[in-house]
């Protein structure tokens, strides 16, 4: 995350033992959740979006799906994950733009430090929701609504969106309060009440519970949390495995996970879907390294460097595979993971020749240091020297502005914005 | 050819040359070792075209002759062979050399000697003698630090100096560099400098063993081969052509902080911070701080494994000048520790990103030199 070192600098070391005493009993754990986030933001920066009905993710009539929708075009019933062509059929008078992901990076950015003020048990969930922990904090900020108050007005006022907060012992019962409490709300479960709050709710708002487990719950004549519940643990164990264990406990609104401040990433990867699926191998190439100098820069930005290089390929059937390649010595150099992803390419292209639909590369097996000097073998450094000089040339102009020529083809497939190649679907997690 | 000899001496003689018989090569005929009775002896040689061995035996030999033999045969039947007399007969027309050793015998189809590659012979050119246990050491505390990746053949060899009676050994490997200066036993009339593979001074060093006579040293007139000549040994090698790097100026001629360390103590510590820089960056981490009033300085070892865990070690240090970090590949610094056997070691630094200097306490024959790692403190 992009503020993750601003809040480390932030927090207070406060040992966790000072709140163990209490912690188990009647934690107070809020779930703050951006309303619309995408939309949200682009209604902000543009009045003219204002109560009109917005769809971020791409043109109508493009491949993709809805990454975010405003209030105004979710009463069409749409709804992010949804594809374009089906919110376009929804919702054909709404607003489909393709979104910029600093924009919304930098909003979160901003709310992050907002929420970081509050407490050093702050636990990013992605770019619009975080986790806090306010266990505790009552003599300080009050009761736990006038606390939720205070986060929302301030969230508005420095940022004009609104966020929905839900209150309770767990961050499960905190998530699913705040997902009921949307648009602009607060939902505090109290204490004790945690069973009966999840009771009626459909098993499917429990973490954990996808479309595939839903079914066989349903199978067992399982809809609500309740009746999950009251149904015995060894049962579920038998079918459903440890997972059968896990949402019976959840179910029971028994959640011990704690709010936990961001760690520093364990992989990093950039990936994107093309425009039209390809097999045309110079544009491959060309996005391969434009994603590997992506990773390089994010790599060097968090001072780390990397053992492992993987290449994620999507074909167009929607097979996936992922590649590995260990390095013998870490390294934070655009051209080693290019180098190692472009290898790992070609073999799996060898392996299976198909149009490609999605091409990611990442790395992993991450390292704080460890890069050894040399007497004269200087290429690497110098490598590392030019690396450096050119994350600073991009990060003022731009990342056009100095470029490989594997990269140069891009120019005349991608857009581009503030001198940024804008690619269809970027990554939006690590 | 037909002579008897000892099992005891061929089995010796046939492991030491095996040492230098080809292993994957495109000339078939360099897996052979070449028999060669003369006189009253028979001559093992073998070669890979890089380094050639011979041995010397004892042996009876009735009738001359010689003849080449697969090396592997040859030395697993011979090393299965009850200590006693073996007896060889050659029948030239077949090229059968027949092998007889108590109750057992065997019959091993050879080819020409003639086809053997000329095993080199140095009678003239730079010459000198060394007494073998300085050589061992001046070996055992360089060769180590040669680059053993091709990238750079240069590095994969050992440059020696022999100059007046001083015969200088350095190896570098691009991130550290040692330099090990010994007595000649003779002085060489003119400076010569050649760079010997690190592969033919390890395989030297394991010839030396418990020799006692000086070692005879040759290189020949055009710098191309080196002879090395013990008791009943010879090695020949070709050397490295190429320009070894000035490795002088790689010497830091300063420090900040010098740190004089008990030797046992220090690799001890690099040892047991290495069970755990091996499972992560291979980073060990020193922090040297000098003493005050009654407290001793020290030296701090520490290694972490991401996810795994770490650990911090002390040794106790007459430290001079300003507290330092610098951080260093575990092995490469538990590998120069493990060669030196004085009791004591210096440490000098300069900064975290400047080499750092060790060289043992009391004598002035050995420098190696050590690039730092990276890493945020």
Redesign the interface.
Known sequence: MQYGVELLDKRIAIPHNVLEHMYDKARKIFHVDLDAFFASVEQVLNPELKGKPVVIGGEPRSRGVVCSASYEARAYRLCAGMPLMKAYRLCPNAIFLNGSFSRYRDASARIMVILADFTPYMEPRGIDEAYLDLTGFEPLYGSAQETALRIKQIIKNKTRLTASIGIGNSKLVAKIASALSKPNGILEVAHGEERSFLAPLPVAKLPCVGPKTEQSLKTMGITTIGELANFPAPLLKNSLGALGEVIHRYAMGIDERRVEPPQPPKSISRETTFIKDTLDYPFLKATLCYLSERVGAELRRNGRSARCVVLKLRYADFYTITRHYTLKEATNADWVIFDTARELLEKALHQRRQQVRLIGVGVSSLINDGRQFSFWDSSIERQGCLDEIIDRIRSRYGFTALQRGQTLLLKEVLPTENGDYVLKAPSLSR | MKLSCSQVDLNKGLAIVGRAVATRTTLPITNNILLTADQSRLKLAATNLEIAITYWLGAKVEEEGAITIPARLLTDFVNSLPNEQINLTLSPRTRTLELKCARFEARINGEEAEEFPPIPSIEEGVATTIDPEALRLAIAQVVFAAATEETRPVLTGVHCQFYGDTLTLAA?D??R?AVHKAPLAQPVAEMTEVIIPARTLNELQRLIGDEEKPVEITINPNGSQVLFRLKDVEMASQLIQGAF?NYTQ?IPQSYVTRAEIGLSDFLKATRTASIFARE????VRLQITPGEELAPGKVVLSARA?EVGDNVGEVDAMVEGEEAKI?F?NKFLADVLSVLREDRVILETTNP?S?GLIRPVGTDNYVHVV??????W
């Not at chain 2, 992560?280 to 980073?283: H, N, Q, V």
């Not at chain 2, 690039?371 to 945020?376: A, G, N, R, T």
């Open positions: 570098a691009g991130f560099l790097p790689l992560g960056s291979a980073i991401e951080a590949n990103s080499p690039m730092p790692m990276f890493v945020q």
